[in-house]
């Protein structure tokens, strides 16, 4: 394996998951860094072409790998693609934004949030995108490159001031991560949001902040401490791997073409619904299959958020 070829491998997911050519980048940092930000500049000035190609994916190793390396000259271009319109943010990345995508800012800001910030505050960003932005803080603190209460702070001015007082997913998004920080100090703040009707119930129920009041900060910050939610990349093939459009359809068992990840646990995987249809649960090749349970909608903003 060469540089050319691994990257003639990141082109395209029609010829299943490229473990081999992902193990060979992991290995070879210093020969594939400056390819992949280049992957990254490519897509954001090809965005809107590149969105209709459901088969590029270079970006998406170069994000991954990035991350894993935590690679800080990733960040802003990181945070430029996702400051993209909306519908070009769907087609180039799915349902990247609402699985991964706060793990992979944490990982490339090396606790520098400033940019991350950024793109909470803005308006014009995608609210999912802005979701992920506020769960890349909790990560950050999670994993000690921020202080929880330098993070509870900012999300003080964000109930205060920063926000207007509107209804948004923004909100409820917001009452989540600062409930996982343990909510003591903000839960007037979250009070008043929901009096106000700025939260959904749905999305995180105030009985529920309430009741992680009580169970306590110690027991609180253990449960953050376990959460593999909120954690940095450190194994790009596994994350990478567990996407839809590289499992092998059940038709190909046999096909010892298939790729199954070298020297990688296969991951934990749980059982869909019986009333899931055998048609439903094929895998779908590209970056914006619908969500397994037949709803038609993105997988991001059905099952993903419940």
Same mark, same amino acid.
């Given at each position: 394996?060469? &540089?050319?070829?691994?990257?003639?491998?990141?082109?395209?997911?029609g010829n299943g998951f490229p473990g081999e050519a992902v193990e060979w980048a992991l290995a070879e940092?210093? *020969?594939?860094?400056?390819a992949l930000l280049e992957i990254l500049r490519r897509t954001i000035d090809n965005a809107e072409e590149l969105a209709e190609d459901e088969t590029y994916m270079a970006h998406f190793y170069a994000m991954y790998i990035l991350a894993q390396f935590r690679e800080k000259r990733a960040y802003p271009l990181i945070v430029e693609l996702f400051r993209l319109p909306s519908e070009t943010i769907d087609g180039l990345? =799915? @349902?990247?934004?609402?699985? @991964?995508?706060? *793990?992979?800012?944490?990982?490339?800001?090396r606790g520098d949030d400033s940019l991350i910030k950024s793109l909470i505050e803005d308006s014009n960003v995608d609210v999912w995108v802005r979701d992920a932005s506020l769960?890349? &803080?909790?990560? &950050?603190?999670?994993?000690? @490159?921020?202080?929880?209460?330098?993070v509870l702070d900012y999300f003080r001015s964000l109930f205060r001031t920063v926000l207007p007082r509107e209804p948004s997913f923004l909100w409820s998004s917001l009452c989540s991560c600062a409930t996982d920080l343990y909510p003591e100090d903000l839960l007037q703040d979250i009070e008043q949001c929901y009096d106000e009707g700025l939260a959904d119930e749905i999305?995180?129920?105030l009985d529920e902040v309430r009741h992680v009041v009580h169970l306590g900060k110690e027991a609180t910050l253990e449960d953050l401490s376990q959460n593999s939610?909120?954690?940095l990349m450190t194994d790009a093939i596994e994350a990478l791997a567990q996407w839809p459009f590289f499992q092998v359809d059940s038709s190909e068992e046999d096909d010892e073409s298939a790729f199954v990840p070298s020297l990688r646990p296969e991951p934990e995987w749980t059982p869909p619904p019986d009333e899931w249809s055998t048609s439903e649960k094929k895998v779908k090749i590209g970056r914006n299959a619908p969500c397994p349970c037949g709803s038609g909608k993105?997988?991001?903003?059905?099952? =993903?958020?419940?």
């Amino acid at each position: 394996m060469n &540089l050319p070829e691994a990257l003639a491998e990141f082109e395209s997911s029609g010829n299943g998951f490229p473990g081999e050519a992902v193990e060979w980048a992991l290995a070879e940092r210093g *020969q594939v860094t400056v390819a992949l930000l280049e992957i990254l500049r490519r897509t954001i000035d090809n965005a809107e072409e590149l969105a209709e190609d459901e088969t590029y994916m270079a970006h998406f190793y170069a994000m991954y790998i990035l991350a894993q390396f935590r690679e800080k000259r990733a960040y802003p271009l990181i945070v430029e693609l996702f400051r993209l319109p909306s519908e070009t943010i769907d087609g180039l990345t =799915g @349902d990247l934004v609402a699985t @991964d995508l706060h *793990q992979v800012l944490a990982s490339v800001s090396r606790g520098d949030d400033s940019l991350i910030k950024s793109l909470i505050e803005d308006s014009n960003v995608d609210v999912w995108v802005r979701d992920a932005s506020l769960r890349a &803080l909790v990560t &950050l603190a999670a994993c000690g @490159d921020k202080q929880r209460e330098e993070v509870l702070d900012y999300f003080r001015s964000l109930f205060r001031t920063v926000l207007p007082r509107e209804p948004s997913f923004l909100w409820s998004s917001l009452c989540s991560c600062a409930t996982d920080l343990y909510p003591e100090d903000l839960l007037q703040d979250i009070e008043q949001c929901y009096d106000e009707g700025l939260a959904d119930e749905i999305y995180i129920a105030l009985d529920e902040v309430r009741h992680v009041v009580h169970l306590g900060k110690e027991a609180t910050l253990e449960d953050l401490s376990q959460n593999s939610e909120y954690r940095l990349m450190t194994d790009a093939i596994e994350a990478l791997a567990q996407w839809p459009f590289f499992q092998v359809d059940s038709s190909e068992e046999d096909d010892e073409s298939a790729f199954v990840p070298s020297l990688r646990p296969e991951p934990e995987w749980t059982p869909p619904p019986d009333e899931w249809s055998t048609s439903e649960k094929k895998v779908k090749i590209g970056r914006n299959a619908p969500c397994p349970c037949g709803s038609g909608k993105k997988y991001k903003k059905c099952c =993903g958020r419940l």
